[in-house]
């Protein structure tokens, strides 16, 4: 009996330590493409492609309304990924697929189709939408899995620290190099856009690569697993994540820079008797 019991608590410690690389790691590919969107593609259609300004003028638009869309979008996605019931989770899946198509969007976003006036303009509002819910898909179902990973509030601010850094990596990564390779890639291509093109494909496959390792290395606690089996809505919660949460949500709407978080007070390990899906994770 006690053999088993020390396998046991071996066997967890070596899914903890592997659940925290793993986890960590699959962001650095992730923000790197996040950080190319939203810093450089405004640069991207005004110096490289050098719109006329009633055509910026409709993709100023376009953002803003996707922006908007986006925040009422987060937590119809929260849901859908909450009620997600699947043999591999209700986390993985999401992930995968977000990554993919974001993947793929923000490919068609630095590429050169030829268009102009309405024409590009249609195909650019079309790209953009559809990268923001795919990306926002991935974003939402990749830190609501952080809660689940660990019933330990130390573990899980281990892992968020550990994602976090990767995270900033990634964006480091991006800010230091997108100069000095695209303006060498623009000299051997000849074109800044075919420059910006090759960067952002090398960016979207090692989104796809690091978005791999989550997916085929963290293992997700069964315990976790059942523990959060109910449905959720909106409105409605579990009373015991309910009570915990909603204590929190002036704090989770003055500090915007927590909103990456799933569920603050989960992952900072404020709950620590269990962790909570719904109700932060789904604003």
Request: glycine share 8%; net charge positive; aromatic share 14%.
């Amino acid at each position: 009996m006690r053999g088993a019991t020390l396998s046991k608590g071996s066997e967890m410690d070596t899914n903890t330590r592997r659940n925290r690389y793993t986890f960590g790691l699959g962001t650095i590919g992730r923000d790197m493409v996040y950080s190319l969107i939203s810093m450089y593609l405004m640069f991207y259609l005004t110096d490289i492609l050098r719109l006329s300004n009633t055509v910026l003028w409709w993709v100023t638009f376009i953002i803003v309304a996707a922006r908007i869309f986006d925040a009422l979008n987060d937590p119809v996605m929260g849901i859908i990924v909450d009620n997600t019931r699947t043999r591999f989770g209700k986390f993985k899946p999401w992930i995968t697929l977000g990554t993919l198509l974001s993947g793929i969007f923000t490919v068609l976003l630095f590429s050169d189709f030829g268009l102009s006036g309405p024409a590009f303009i249609g195909v650019f509002a079309a790209c953009y939408l559809m990268w923001g819910i795919s990306f926002t898909a991935n974003d939402i179902a990749y830190w609501s899995m952080l809660p689940a990973l660990s019933f330990n509030q130390k573990e899980r601010e281990r892992i968020g620290a550990f994602a976090r850094i990767c995270a900033n990596v990634g964006l480091f990564l991006v800010v230091g190099l997108i100069v000095p390779l695209t303006s060498a890639l623009g000299k051997l291509l000849g074109s800044m856009q075919r420059a910006y093109f090759v960067f952002s494909l090398a960016l979207v496959l090692l989104m796809w690569l690091s978005q791999s390792i989550t997916v085929f290395g963290v293992r997700e606690p069964p315990a976790l697993g059942k523990a959060s089996a109910g449905r959720t809505s909106i409105f409605s919660n579990t009373p015991t994540a309910t009570k915990t949460c909603t204590r929190f949500l002036p704090l989770y709407w003055a500090f915007p820079r927590l909103r990456p978080w799933p569920c603050f007070p989960c992952s900072a390990g404020v709950s620590a008797e269990k962790p909570c899906t719904p109700v932060l994770r789904l604003w």
